[in-house]
């Protein structure tokens, strides 16, 4: 049974940091993309970044603030999240991508993490 679990989410101020990481059991993803995402409440879930062999993709609005990587050996993904903003503020989810579309379609994913938040005081 293939689990993604996320950590590392919280409380944070304005211009601070945090590190989310996505632990992967039950299967070995090595060799898929990863993926991060957000939602806001009464938002659509959005792309965030992701991560494939040794390109990185991110949305403009992260780019620049938030890196995404990855750890094979612990299958294993992070996104370092720096410069955060209020309006970062959301559930981030990390997913395993399965299909040969857009890195930014949530419909090319197909396993998902419970989402751990994040929230940003101004």
């Known amino acids: 049974q293939v689990q993604l679990v996320e950590s590392g989410g919280g409380l944070v101020q304005a211009g601070g940091s945090l590190r989310l990481s996505c632990a992967a059991s039950g299967r070995t993803f090595s060799t898929y993309a990863r993926g991060w995402f957000r939602q806001a409440p009464g938002k659509e879930r959005e792309f965030v970044a992701a991560?494939?062999?040794?390109?990185?993709y991110y949305t403009d609005s992260v780019k620049g603030r938030f890196t995404i990587s990855r750890d094979n050996a612990k299958n294993t993904v992070y996104l370092q999240m720096n410069s955060l903003k209020p309006e970062d503020t959301a559930v981030y989810y990390c997913?395993?991508?399965?299909?040969?579309?857009?890195?930014?379609?949530?419909?090319?994913?197909?396993?998902w993490g419970q989402g751990t938040q994040v929230t940003v005081s101004s």
């Open positions: 991560i494939n062999w040794g390109n990185e």
């Open positions: 997913a395993v991508k399965s299909g040969s579309g857009s890195y930014a379609s949530v419909n090319e994913y197909a396993y």
